[in-house]
C-alpha cells in the first residue's frame, strides 16, 4: 500500500476555489461517521440523530471538555460538521475522510456569512443547529493531513470560511442518509402588529 504524500500549501490553496464554490442553500450530506470509542470509526448507511446523544452510537458525550463549566462533554459541541470538498482536498481520497475525525461531511458553503450561529440546517428528519464554539484542527489533524494542511485550515486570513468545519447541536431528532439535501431552515418573518 503506497503512502499518501501530504500536500503542499501552494496545492491545498490552489483547492480553495472549488471549496469556496460549495453550494449556499441545497447542499448534499456526503458521509456520516460515528465513533464509538477513542480511535474508531464506522461508516454509517443511516445515522440516527438525538437531542441528547448528538449521532445515536458516538461518543460525544463521554468526551470531556475543557470549554464546558462542568468539564463534561460540552453540549454545543455534539457535532461536528465539515465540509466535504475541504475533507477530500486534504484527505486526497474518500476512505481517508474519516481520519478528520468529524461526524457529517457536507457538500455545502459552512462560511461565517452563510451559516452564523443560529443557523438551522435540515436533513434528512433531523434538524441541526450551528454553534458559535469554534472548530480547529488538531495534533492528529496535522498528524494525518499534514502541517501544511493544519495551517490551511486555521489560517486566520480563510477562518471566516471555517475549512476546519463547525461544531452544531441537534434540535431535531431523526434520521439521516448520505445522499440526503442539506438546506436552511426559514424561519417564519413575524410581521409587527398593525395600527388601526
Partial sequence: MS????????????????????????????????????????VLDVGELSVTEGVVGDNWKDRPSSRSEDGLAHPDMQLNVMNARVTDLVAQTRDRWPLAGDQLYVDFDLSE?????????????????VTDQPHTGCAKFTQRFGLDAHRFVNNKETSHLHLRGINAK??????????????????PVVSGSSQA
Fill in 113 to 129: 456569512a452563510n451559516v452564523p450561529p443560529g443557523t438551522k440546517l435540515a436533513m434528512g428528519t433531523a434538524v441541526i443547529e
Fill in 3 to 42: 503512502t499518501i504524500q501530504h500536500l503542499t500549501t501552494e496545492q491545498l490553496h490552489a483547492g480553495l476555489a472549488h471549496i469556496e464554490g460549495a453550494p449556499k442553500d441545497n447542499g448534499t450530506l456526503e458521509m456520516v461517521i460515528r465513533r464509538p470509542a477513542v480511535g474508531e470509526r464506522e
Fill in 170 to 187: 441537534v434540535v431535531q431528532a431523526g434520521h439521516i442518509r448520505p445522499g440526503d439535501t442539506v438546506t436552511k431552515v426559514v424561519q
